[in-house]
């Protein structure tokens, strides 16, 4: 089976390569890879949806730095660029709901 990234995570991934672009420091050759799957609504595989959701996971303290949202002065900081890289908020909720399916925790 295959997942279909939400518009909202096209939105975020689009967001961080125009940041990228930009000349904004943050991600991974892996990550700016995601980006470009989501950019691109590319379907993916359950492995993939669970290397996203262990991805949040790990990175879901970047949240509490400065400069990961707007009104902050380092906006966007390095943790935001990559946040967004995986599809932002959307992602994670996304990732985790289809991580739970898969595993069978609802």
Request: glycine share 10%; net charge positive; proline share 4%.
């Amino acid at each position: 089976m295959a997942y279909i990234p939400t518009k909202a995570m096209q939105d975020e991934a689009v967001k961080a390569l125009q940041w990228k672009k930009q000349g904004k420091k943050g991600g991974t050759s892996v990550g700016f890879g995601r980006a470009r799957q989501l950019r691109n609504k590319q379907s993916l595989s359950p492995e993939i949806v669970k290397k996203m959701y262990s991805f949040f996971r790990r990175h879901e303290v970047d949240k509490q730095a400065d400069g990961f949202y707007p009104n902050s002065k380092k906006y966007p900081s390095k943790g935001r660029v990559a946040w967004a890289l995986w599809g932002g908020d959307a992602g994670y909720q996304w990732s985790k709901k289809i991580r739970n399916k898969i595993n069978g925790l609802y």
